[in-house]
């Protein structure tokens, strides 16, 4: 898929307020400086459509971008920000709850992991419960870039055995760098092929 267009189009934390239209909607979500900016200004070949910040936490909206004038690209608010009062992250976390739960037009929830990082078990416990409410997920590995790729493989590998401990399957996993443009043309391609069967 090639991206010719990409343009902001409404951020809010209610849900009701989302742009109408049956679009469909493929949105972003991860742990706070997991790189959800850099990689949705990777995949759409924008260098600021996302805002990127070395202070985690930077996203606590429902961000709307219109793609090709066909799909929406939705960047979801980072969760999991220990610095944050609890009030606050239990706000974040109703945003993004009233989002995947009522929001009918999305179509893939993308669910990004630190591939440097070890299993977390905030990630582990949000992708059970997206299974048990049979919310269609993916999952993206950032920062590829980061580490050799035999510690890359390992750390994936790992993290494939940890979730299928408690899953029979898993679901579509891509390995992307923001860096290195590596993982884009899959993604973007996952997304084409469900866009031409809906």
């Known amino acids: 898929m090639e991206i ?18 049956n679009k469909p909607e493929y949105a ?5 400086n997991v790189g959800k900016s850099s990689l949705i200004n990777m995949i ?15 996203t606590t909206l429902i961000n709307h971008f219109l793609i090709n004038d066909e799909w929406y690209l939705v960047d979801l608010p980072g969760y999991g920000f ?16 009233n989002y995947i739960h009522n929001r009918e037009q999305l179509t893939n929830l993308f669910v990004l992991l630190d591939s440097r990082l070890e299993p977390q078990k905030i990630d582990l416990q949000f992708m059970e419960k997206l299974g048990e409410d049979g919310i269609p ?11 050799s790729k035999s510690k890359l493989a390992e750390n ?4 494939k055995s940890k979730l299928l401990e408690t899953w029979e399957e898993l679901p579509p996993v891509f390995i992307t760098s923001a860096e290195k443009k590596d993982g884009r043309e899959e993604v ?11």
Do not use: M
């Open 44 to 58: 759409t070949g924008r260098k600021a459509l996302a805002l990127t910040s070395q202070k985690p936490g930077k």
């Open 4 to 21: 010719k267009s990409a343009t902001f189009e409404i951020s809010n934390t209610d849900v009701t307020k989302c742009p109408p239209g």
């Open 137 to 147: 997920f993916s999952i993206i590995f950032t920062k590829a870039d980061k580490l």
């Open 188 to 198: 973007l391609n996952y997304i084409d092929e469900i866009n031409k069967s809906l």
């Open 82 to 97: 220990a610095q944050r009062a609890k009030s606050e992250r239990e706000k974040i976390w109703s945003v993004i709850n």
């Open 28 to 32: 972003f979500v991860g742990r706070s």
């Open 156 to 159: 994936i590998n790992n993290y």
